[in-house]
């Protein structure tokens, strides 16, 4: 499946440099690897867990498994027995054990150039054991979901694995998530607490974001959920020293004199709770397979799913495909854009890196503010060595061309990662000469909140790279192209892109909801973990991910279900039904574009227009703001009513071209749609 040797033309290489020294310095290397990985997972495994502190060893099987839904129930269990804790293995064995006490775990660098702070390892544990007895002390205890909603942060770090301390389940909700969305998720998880923030700039907008927090509790409180304590950081302040230092909170300044709207009864002020405690705590020991945390990726059916990880496997595959993704050096200099509401962020800035004892850049502002060049600026001023971001951001980049890039020196980069979406090839050769200057292998990694981790990804020193390729499966994930039987192809071939045997980080269920985990995932093809995504096999045996191929959007490197829209412009009062799509877009990847149709009698107009838009923003979030929306009097539907949204995407972008519309009801809607585009969109 992977080829015996690497191919050699229209291929481009990671440097001599970085070989000499790589974890993975060959192609050779690698597929030994790989064979191994797959045909003794627990020895490859086993040999990795010996780094990592366990309190107790593993009793069961290292890797078990059900992936054929007609053989029972799905099940994936890694290092059954065995008991640890993840974060006493990035914070307490690093400052302890491998004597990293005095180096950097993050500088954290604000929306505003010059808000700065440095954190260092030790203080990162002082301040985790701090809040972990800070949750004790409200009561929070093993297995109960704590639900945080916070900017980009130290303090959010804090939380995370302050709750992973004491055996907590933390669900992040993304900060720019709409308060509806916020309320959904803490009533899902049953969460028991809330850890929030006043506010925060992104660029020049200020986000209340605890008036979005009340918002949501007083959503809950409406429909009989009711939680008892949030709490509350102050990030904003006008007192510098109270921006983000925690462990030695402002002295002057305490906290219901936050300029937000206070409740006594509920909030309660973290500053405040910090100053009075310990900074010890006894770790709480978990099992293999107890949850870690949950996050809610969007669903095909509308409502989210609560993606479960748990302890060891998520622990062990995250710790290992930062390591060798970006193989990752002692002196490196990291820097994952993404925020850490998104399981990039979880999975690559908190976990992974951690664990490995890297030092990381935590950015809580914009790459185009205050200019388009600041990106390029924190890489120079911090040295990054690994850069890893999204291609919406770099085809965003790409536009102001290469003068705010080359203003900077960038000498320090030597690996640059992209993440979220397919990547164009233009897209790719632009940020490897422009930005790397052709020194830097490019990863294109492919992954999903599902897996945990990086699947199908190159690896910097041994993977010849092909532009718009994430290339070939990482150790232990075995790929596979199916097609509308469910029959695997050999060779160059397109279809269903599957995983025929877990790895240690694939997600372990729906929280609350097992058989939607085996719907969603194992239920088409039976013995398959379905990722939902198109992809092609080349000769080489490149693979090429060709993008979703469900009813699922992705909009800058975010998923939306379409559902999930549509259900928003439906909750109007003057829609009777909706359809929402993706149309091409060159920055964002895609765009949204809905067609509404309306109840009897009622006209569509601008207002109308603008009142959808800010209805869809607000049951979900800014990420979702359809760009378009048009009038439609009729949609395409089979004969049996089901929406053709393979249709109105062609009308979406004008193109004539239908392709089989036998199973159309009603052809004459079609013609009337392409008459009423949206202007705007050409
Ligand atoms: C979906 C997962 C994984 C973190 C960010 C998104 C798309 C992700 C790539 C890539 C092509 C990609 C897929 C996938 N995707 N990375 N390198 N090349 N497509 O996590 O929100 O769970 O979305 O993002 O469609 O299924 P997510």
Known sequence: MIPDKAPKEDVFHGSEDLRRNAHVPSFEKYKELYVQSVENPAEFWGAIAKDFFWKSQHTGRFLDY????????IFVKCMEGATTNICYNLLDLNVHERKLGDKVAFFWEGNEPGDELTVTYRELLQMVCQFSNVLKSQGVKKGDRVSIYMPMVVELVVAMLACVRIGAVHSIVFAGFSAESLCERIMDSQCSLLITADGFYRGEKLINLKLLADEALQKCRDKGFLIQTCIVLKHLSTDPEALVSSHSPPAKRACPDLEVPWNPDVDLCWHMLMKGASDECEPEWCESEDPLFILYTSGSTGKPKGVLHTVSGYMLYTATTFKLVFDHQPDDIYWCTADIGWITGHSYITYGPLANGATSVLFEGLPTYPDVSRMWDIVDKYHVTKFYTAPTAIRLLMKFGNEPVQKYKRKSLKVLGTVGEPINPEAWLWYYSVVGEKRCPVVDTFWQTETGGHVLTPLPAATPLKPGSATFPFFGVVPAILNESGEELEGPSEGYLVFKQPWPGVM??????????????????????????????????????????????????????TAEVESALVEHKAVAEAAAVGRPHPVKGESLYCFVTLKDGLAFNQTLEAELKKQVREKIGAIATPDYIQNAPGLPKTRSGKIMRRVLRKIACNEKDLGDISTLADASVVDQLFQNRCCSAV
């Open 508 to 561: 372990r269920t729906v929280y609350g909801n097992h058989q939607r985990f085996e719907t969603t995932y194992f239920k088409k093809f039976p013995g398959y973990y379905v990722t939902g995504d198109g992809c092609s096999r080349d000769k080489d045996g490149y693979y090429w991910i060709t993008g979703r191929i469900d009813d699922m959007l992705n909009v800058s490197g975010h998923l939306l279900s």
């Open 66 to 73: 059900n992936f054929d839904v007609t053989k029972g129930e």
